[in-house]
């Protein structure tokens, strides 16, 4: 699986994120953005539930994912953070059922959702969180 490409990016995504939340040049997050979020999350918990069937409970490898995210996304209570636990939640109960054993299919399809986690981590890092060319000079910045 090509799993350390998409967990550098999606970690690379969320402290940019969370380490710029303070500029007020950040562009205001409109509803592609909420929704890329939501999906990031929903690929987290469809494969957290193949992880976890695979290798067992104390498995939390996909899951600390989603916590960092949180951590930096939403850190504090509301409908963000509601949203985004609601949709890890669901993806993971959803994949649940789908699979039900740990067989190939299953393990090709958590390989499948990392796969759509970097595509959707590499869209939100590119699109919704400015480069450093395209911020003011660093004299400039608050």
Not at 23 to 46: C, E, H, K
Request: proline share 6%; glycine share 4%.
């Amino acid at each position: 699986m090509k799993q350390t490409g998409f967990h550098a990016l999606v970690l690379s995504a969320l402290l940019f994120c969370g380490a710029s939340t303070a500029q007020s040049d950040i562009p205001m997050r409109g509803p592609d953005y909420f929704r890329d979020a939501a999906d990031l999350a929903s690929t987290l918990g469809a494969a957290h539930a193949i992880r976890v069937r695979c290798n067992g409970r104390e498995d939390q490898y996909w899951r600390r994912y989603m916590s960092d995210m949180l951590s930096y996304e939403a850190p504090n209570r509301g409908s963000l953070r509601s949203s985004l636990v609601d949709a890890f939640n669901s993806a993971f109960k959803n994949a649940s059922r789908l699979y039900p054993s740990c067989d190939n299919t299953a393990i090709q399809a958590e390989s499948d959702f990392a796969v759509r986690g970097q595509e959707i981590a590499t869209r939100m890092a590119t699109h919704y969180f400015p480069k450093e060319s395209d911020l003011p000079p660093a004299s400039n910045r608050p």
